[in-house]
């Protein structure tokens, strides 16, 4: 068990639906990342918070947000769903920002657009 | 640009048996890190290693060894008397440095590689 919670486990949805992911990091550790897993893509970088300020962006689409709040959990928010969204969605955490830190991953959501 | 590539989509051996996972990968940085990440079916990603730049020295973990070599940008898993249960996909992943896009950390993973133990 790394400590690093994510709800809910499995998410079924329809196209043009909004959803929202929760992580919650292990304690002490002040930055979440969130990457997706998909067949064709593998496993990717989507965004970054640190102390509930964005830090990084990868290949987040437009219809997706993130946010981290003061607890120092995180909601990655999916809108307007896609069949092409459905996917294992990590959350992961680190005690810092550096580049060297190990980051911890949690369970991840699958979620699968229909 | 950075990337890191598994060659090997596949490999299937017996209980047992030896086997080296390889992993190349291509950075400009001159501190960079790596990392290993096992993914068993269930599907959770579990830290195994981190290896920095500057450290050059092979690790030993039980069964598990790494080689990094800087002058062929390699990063080897060699897991030693297969058991069932390594049964997983591994990933090789670097961790992007700072100056780039201000990015901070965020890891670029391999394509991973898909052990199969069989009794």
């Known amino acids: 068990d790394s400590g690093v919670t994510q709800t809910p486990k499995h998410l079924i949805t329809a196209t043009g639906q909004r959803v929202t992911l929760r992580c919650s990091p292990r304690?002490?550790?002040?930055?979440v990342y969130w990457y997706q897993q998909s067949l064709d893509q593998g496993l990717q970088f989507l965004i970054q918070y640190y102390n509930g300020e964005e830090r990084a962006k990868g290949n987040i689409l437009e219809r997706f947000s993130a946010q981290q709040f003061p607890d120092l959990h995180s909601e990655l928010n999916l809108s307007s769903l896609e069949l092409g969204d459905s996917a294992l969605y990590f959350c992961a955490s680190s005690t810092d920002s550096q580049q060297s830190d190990t980051q911890y991953f949690g369970p991840g959501t699958r979620l699968t657009v229909l | 640009a950075q990337k890191v590539t598994q060659a090997q989509t596949e490999i299937s051996v017996v209980e047992k048996e030896d086997v080296t996972l390889d992993c190349v990968y291509e950075?400009?940085?001159?501190?960079?890190?790596l990392f290993w990440y096992k993914q068993p079916p269930s599907g959770e990603l579990v830290f195994l290693i981190r290896?920095?730049?500057?450290?050059?020295q092979n690790e030993i973990s039980g069964r598990y060894s790494w080689n990094f070599q800087k002058s062929t940008s390699s990063f080897n898993f060699t897991i030693t008397a297969s058991q069932v249960v390594d049964s997983a996909v591994y990933f090789c992943a670097l961790s992007e440095a700072q100056d780039y896009g201000g990015s901070q950390g965020n890891l670029i993973f391999g394509k991973g590689t898909k052990l199969s133990v069989k009794p």
């Open positions: 290896r920095n730049s500057f450290d050059e």
């Open positions: 304690s002490g550790d002040l930055s």
């Open positions: 950075t400009r940085d001159t501190t960079y890190y």
